[in-house]
Structures are given as C-alpha cells and as structure tokens.
C-alpha cells in the first residue's frame, strides 16, 4: 500500500515537472514566436526603405541623365541657331561692305560728300573753321565741299579711310565727327549683333 502512495507521488512531480517544462517550452516558443514577428517586420521596413531609396535614388539619376539630354540637345539647337545668324550677319555685312565699296564710283557720291560735311558741322555750330580728312582718291572733292560750307574755313588732308566718307575735326572745341562709311558698317555690324542675338550668352551656357 506504501508503495502505490509512492508512485502517485513520483507521478505527481514527475507531471509536475513536466506541466513546468511544457510552460517555458510555451513561453520560449511565444518569445520567439514574437521575436519573429519583429524581426520580420525590421526587415519588411527596412527593405521598404532601401527599396524606395533606390527607387528615389534611380529617379534622380534618370532625372539627371534626361536634364543633361536636355540640355546638350538645347545647347546643339541654339549653337546652330546662332550658327546661322553669325553666318546671315557675315552676308549682310559683306553685301552692304561691297555697295559701299562700289558707291565712290558712283555720280551721287559727290553730293553724299556734301550732304555728310553739313551734317557733321552741324555737330559744332559755332564752328567757324575745320579740318577735312578725305580719302586720298576723294581729294579731289576739295572745291566742292568748300562749296558746301561757305561760312566755314575748311583744311583737307588725307587719312586712312578704305570705303569713303569723311572725318571733320574741330582743333578749337577738341572736337571730331566721323562720318566714314568704315565706321558706319561697324556700327551696323554691332546693332546687327544686338538684333541676332549674336551677343548673347549660350551657346556655351557660359
């Protein structure tokens, strides 16, 4: 009879052992059940994170390359824009260089010469004398641009003028008129720059 008391003893701590063994069994499999679940959710997180970085990340650099696409296209476009402005520019100026060149020649220059003398005293009213710089070809017109300006006292000597026209210089108001048909096609070659574009910034972008 003692000995069956002893085996429902020995069985009672043995399920009791077992009852604790199977609760931590229970809790460790629940702690790593959770420790799981958290793991798997960092990752899911942090992969969402490096996915979407690396999605930004090849946005911008397709961003970037299609800028630069952009912009090199646009640079090409307005280099050959400018490209055929420079070129227009060129054929202008030569045209217009070539009518000048041939215009001496021409029965009208003599009176051109006369028309330019007036309008350049008209630069200095109070004018009462001037020196006349000529072409050495345009000498000759000595007479009758003393004609044209008979209340002044005019000098002529030669100067280095290549298309025609005529410089008047004032000694006593330090004064001087350019009215060559040189300095006329550089200024229209730089208006004709203004007009184009040709000044601007960008074929470079610089």
């Known amino acids: 009879m003692e000995q069956v008391r002893s085996k429902g003893k020995l069985k009672g701590f043995t399920d009791a052992i077992i009852g604790a063994a199977q609760l931590?069994?229970?809790?460790?499999?629940?702690?790593?059940?959770?420790h799981e679940k958290s793991s798997i959710e960092d990752y899911r997180v942090r992969a969402a994170k490096e996915g979407e970085a690396r999605t930004a990340q090849a946005l911008a650099e397709a961003r970037a390359r299609e800028e630069k696409r952009v912009m090199?296209?646009?640079?090409?476009?307005?280099?050959?824009?400018?490209?055929?402005?420079?070129?227009?520019?060129?054929?202008?100026?030569?045209?217009v260089r070539e009518r000048l060149k041939a215009f001496p020649a021409a029965p009208e220059?003599?009176?051109?010469?006369?028309?330019?003398?007036?309008?350049?005293?008209?630069?200095?009213?109070?004018?009462?004398?001037?020196?006349?710089?000529?072409?050495?070809e345009d000498i000759a017109h000595m007479d009758h641009l003393k004609a044209a300006a008979p209340g002044v006292e005019l000098s002529f000597a030669e100067a280095f003028i290549d298309l025609g026209g005529l410089i008047i210089e004032?000694?006593?108001?330090?004064?001087?008129?350019?009215l060559t048909f040189d300095t006329a096609l550089d200024d229209l070659s730089g208006r004709f720059t203004e007009i184009t574009g040709l000044g601007m910034e960008g074929a470079d972008g610089q």
């Open 24 to 34: 931590r069994a229970d809790a460790v499999r629940a702690e790593s059940d959770e």
């Open 72 to 95: 090199t296209e646009t640079l090409a476009a307005r280099r050959s824009v400018l490209k055929v402005r420079e070129d227009c520019q060129k054929q202008v100026v030569a045209d």
């Open 109 to 136: 220059y003599a009176a051109a010469l006369d028309g330019l003398l007036r309008e350049g005293l008209k630069a200095v009213p109070d004018a009462r004398s001037a020196r006349v710089l000529l072409r050495r």
């Open 170 to 178: 004032f000694p006593e108001q330090r004064r001087r008129a350019d």
